[in-house]
């Protein structure tokens, strides 16, 4: 592990342990939403570029547009990869993962699927994938590998990200992207996520 993610990583549980001076939304702002991805540190222009090339497509602002996952931190919090860091890799685990936070983009998709599952009849092999999808989408979140079977929009959506994937800018890493419907659902997430990482660090998870 490079010692500037070790040093990160330090930074990182030091702070969140300190609930005096570090609130859940004071870590999530900081971390998580402001400032340039730790895979972009010596070239800002290189996640200026990418976002644009999203917010064109999604037709949104950039300011709605974010980087989370090990590429933004050097690391993972996410519970199954907690601390691990990015990996030198680029085929292993270490996606440049996005977030867009649109209620208009969200709910484009929501009456599209709708229209699309009104129109087929239910796949019993769908049935699992169905259920995690609704699962997200009641947290206000669209996942793109948890869409309807053979729904017209996944290819569109997946073509785009086949197109920005793999740049020799980016690291030939892959680009993927999930969709929250507003702020409230996106700092749901993290505020439970990193609580359950406060509690694991005072020895109170496992």
Known sequence: MEGDIKDRIKRFKSNILDEENYSIEKIINQYI???????????EEKYYN?????ATFFEVNQRDIFMTGSSKLGFSIAPSKLWRPIDGNP??????????????????????????????IAI?????????????FFKGWLR?????????????????FREVSYKKELGARKVAAAIYREEYFFEKYHTENLKGIRNILKGKGE
């Not at 939403?33 to 070239?43: C, L, N, Q, R």
């Not at 990418?50 to 999203?54: A, F, P």
Request: proline share 4%; net charge negative; hydrophobic share 30%.
């Open 33 to 43: 939403v402001f400032g340039t991805p730790y895979i972009f540190k010596d070239d």
């Open 50 to 54: 990418l976002k644009d090339k999203i």
């Open 91 to 120: 085929n292993k685990d270490s996606d440049i993962d996005i977030v867009i936070i649109s209620d208009r983009i969200f709910d484009k998709y929501w009456k599209s699927i709708l229209e699309y599952k009104e129109s087929t």
């Open 124 to 136: 019993s092999d769908d049935a699992k994938n169905h259920s995690e999808f609704l699962e997200y």
């Open 144 to 160: 793109p590998d948890k869409f309807p079977y053979k729904y017209s929009g996944s290819n569109e959506w997946f073509e785009f």
